[in-house]
C-alpha cells in the first residue's frame, strides 16, 4: 500500500496549526487498539479510509503516518485524520444503526420518481 500525502504548499498561524495538532492527538489517543470494524455498506464501506488509501489500511500505519508528521507537517494530516475519525467511529456502539444500509441511502438520497 502506497502512502498517501499531499503537497499542501501551506502553512498554519501559530495558534490554528497548535488547534490541529491538538485534534490529531486526541485522535491517535481514541483510536488506540482499535481496528476497522466493518459497517453495513457493502457498497461504500469505510469511505473515507477507502478514499484516502485505496483500501482500508492496517490502523497501526495510520497512527504511524500520524504520529511521524503531527509536529512537523500537521495541515498535509487532515485526510488522515478523517480516516482516524472513520475508524473511531466505526466502533462506536450503534454506529450501524446510524448508517443507513446501500438501499436505504440510495432510496434517500436518490428518490426515483413514479
Given at each position: ?10 502553512s498554519l498561524p501559530r ?100
Amino acid at each position: 500500500m502506497e502512502e498517501h500525502h499531499h503537497d499542501h504548499r501551506a502553512s498554519l498561524p501559530r495558534e490554528a496549526g497548535a488547534i490541529l495538532r491538538r485534534g490529531l492527538a486526541e485522535l491517535l489517543q481514541l483510536t488506540d487498539g482499535l481496528e476497522f470494524r466493518p459497517v453495513v455498506s457493502e457498497r461504500f464501506p469505510l469511505p473515507l479510509a477507502l478514499a484516502v488509501y485505496g483500501e482500508v489500511p492496517d490502523p497501526k500505519m495510520v497512527r504511524a503516518d500520524v504520529r511521524a508528521r503531527i509536529e512537523t507537517d500537521p495541515l498535509s494530516l487532515l485526510e488522515v485524520g478523517l480516516v482516524l475519525l472513520e475508524l473511531y467511529a466505526c466502533n462506536q456502539p450503534g454506529a450501524a444503526a446510524s448508517v443507513p444500509d446501500d438501499d436505504a441511502f440510495l432510496t434517500r438520497c436518490l428518490p426515483v420518481n413514479a
